[in-house]
């Protein structure tokens, strides 16, 4: 059976996954946005912090659970929404599964 770890809060600037919910960096993941409306959770996979500019894979409110393979780098993730371009302080929920 999968663990899954309790939804963890996801900011607007890019925030190391692995770091967050413990679990090491290489191991296969499964992720979901389980944020409000329009929010979106962008993904990178990279061994230090993307830049600013770096457009992510978009993963959206109550989506499939997308999975990182075995072997990828960090996971990276930051809130964004469709309907503003900037989130302030405010944070969005991911839930994580190994």
Do not use: C, H
């Not at 959206?60 to 075995?70: L, R």
């Not at 469709?82 to 302080?89: A, E, F, P, W």
């Amino acid at each position: 059976m999968a663990d899954t770890i309790d939804a963890i809060e996801i900011p607007g600037t890019w925030t190391d996954i692995n770091a967050l919910s413990g679990i090491a960096a290489g191991t296969e993941i499964f992720l979901q946005n389980v944020g409000g409306p329009n929010s979106i959770i962008e993904l990178a996979t990279a061994p230090t912090q993307p830049p600013l500019d770096l457009n992510g894979i978009r993963v959206g409110q109550n989506s499939p659970m997308y999975k990182v393979t075995a072997g990828e780098s960090i996971v990276w993730a930051r809130y964004i929404r469709i309907d503003r371009s900037d989130v302030g302080t405010r944070v969005t929920k991911m839930q994580v599964q190994v």
